[in-house]
């Protein structure tokens, strides 16, 4: 069992960065490919970004490449999501999820919703126009 506790979220302007973390108890963190996904008001949750269980990989949805960044540290047990340039249609709740991988799956990285295993309760990204 993983635990995913979501932080960070919160209202900015358009243009402003905002950080999410995603801390992770439980089990070996190091051991989950982990991912952010998010779901907007009256719509179904999205793929934002995804990262492997060493950070060697990571990848994003067009929407937000070039933009927000996913990273680790596999000794806080955590996962950020660094977002630059934030949009109103970034507006939406957040949440990171968990997939456990085999160790020699190093790279491997989680797009689908489905395949995740865990997930955390969500935080609040309001960006205003």
């Known amino acids: 069992q993983v635990q995913l506790v979501e932080s960070g979220g919160g209202l900015v302007q358009a243009g402003a960065s905002l950080t999410l973390s995603c801390l992770a108890s439980g089990r070996t963190f190091s051991s989950y490919a982990m991912g952010w996904f998010r779901q907007a008001p009256g719509k179904e949750r999205e793929f934002v970004a995804a990262?492997?269980?060493?950070?060697?990989?990571?990848y994003y949805a067009d929407s937000v490449k070039g933009r927000f960044t996913i990273f680790r540290n596999n000794a806080k047990n955590t996962v950020y999501l660094q977002m630059n340039s934030l949009k109103f249609e970034d507006t939406a709740d957040y949440y990171c999820?968990?997939?456990?991988?085999?160790?020699?799956?190093?790279?491997?990285?989680?797009?689908?919703?489905?395949?995740?295993?865990?997930w955390g309760q969500g935080t609040q990204v309001t960006v205003s126009s």
């Open positions: 999820a968990a997939d456990w991988v085999r160790p020699e799956d190093a790279v491997v990285v989680r797009t689908n919703a489905s395949e995740y295993d865990y």
């Open positions: 990262i492997s269980w060493g950070g060697r990989r990571s």
